[in-house]
């Protein structure tokens, strides 16, 4: 292999690694973001550089298990209007180095996990066994695939928790989990509707979602997640603990943001990759950026 091929080979692998999707581990943060604000827990400044070393050993997993799924699905990618120009499923990167490099992040990834702590790294082996069973058999299981996605979510934030041993709310494992549920639903509603008959030669499951169900579905998990997170504010402990009722002025913004996505999904016919519309949409991110400082000034001002 000259130096040509080495070079581009190395481009293709990093493409195949997605770390545009590694904003979705943002989620490990969050335990220690609310746990920052409770009057009960005293944190300090190195439990945010264990919190990162999380998010991290997810990174390196996350992208370990990309691998595995464009090697196991390249051929049905090759049929997809959008997956066929992955690296694999194109022939821009050989399976073998793919699946060595994944195999690679994978020992990579939970070593840091058990360095930090084993119950963590137990989180992260529970994560792994669930995507590859994701891969190869339940991604093409209609409803099933979503949930499955949505745990991964949960588990994120789960992990976040017990690298710094702090307990997590109910509240927030619940509203992770139908936030998680809403992006998925509306990621399947988009590759149905807008890729149409090109997403069900290219994954089965597609074949048995319909769009109109879709559409209800979207519409109460959209539902239940702004009241969950309205209750989660409000609910007396949560009051206790941040010596507060002011964060329910940051309903507001959840709602906003969620109406804007459905505002993409439905009249841009966006909504595929959720993880880019979250980090280019403007009013997205200027909705994110004044949620945060609401926090933080409620937080300051308690």
Not at 108 to 133: E, I, K, R, S
């Amino acid at each position: 292999m000259n130096g040509d091929s080495q070079h581009w080979d190395a481009l293709a692998l990093w493409r195949s690694l997605r770390p545009a999707q590694w904003t979705k581990n943002g989620v490990v943060l969050a335990p220690f973001i609310f746990a920052f604000g409770d009057r009960a827990l005293t944190l300090d400044w190195p439990a945010l550089g264990v919190v990162l070393l999380a998010a991290l050993s997810f990174c390196l997993l996350a992208s370990a298990i990309y691998l595995f799924n464009d090697v196991r699905d390249q051929a049905e990618d090759r049929m997809h209007p959008v997956k066929k120009l992955r690296p694999i499923a194109a022939g821009d990167l050989s399976p073998r180095i793919a699946l060595g490099t994944g195999a690679l992040l994978a020992v990579v990834a939970l070593g840091v996990a058990l360095a930090v702590t084993p119950v963590l790294a137990g989180v992260l082996a529970g994560y792994a066994a669930m995507q590859v069973v994701y891969t190869l058999g339940l991604k093409r299981v209609a409803l099933v695939d979503v949930f499955v996605i949505a745990a991964g979510f949960v588990l994120r934030a789960l992990a976040g928790a017990v690298a710094i041993a702090v307990p997590i709310s109910p509240w927030l494992l619940l509203c992770t989990l139908l936030l998680a549920l809403f992006l998925a639903l509306c990621k399947r509603r988009h590759e149905r509707v807008v890729l149409n008959r090109s997403a069900e030669s290219s994954r089965a499951s597609m074949r048995t979602y319909d769009a109109a169900l879709l559409d209800q579905l979207i519409s109460m998990v959209g539902a239940a997640t702004v009241v969950c997170y309205a209750l989660y504010t409000l609910w007396p402990d949560t009051v206790e603990k941040f010596g507060t009722h002011a964060l329910g002025f940051t309903i507001p913004f959840v709602l906003f943001g969620l109406f804007r996505y459905l505002d993409l999904v439905y009249r841009h016919e966006q909504g595929g990759q959720p993880e880019r519309l979250l980090l280019t949409d403007k009013p997205l991110l200027a909705n994110l950026g004044l949620y945060g400082l609401t926090v933080v000034l409620v937080l300051l001002l308690r």
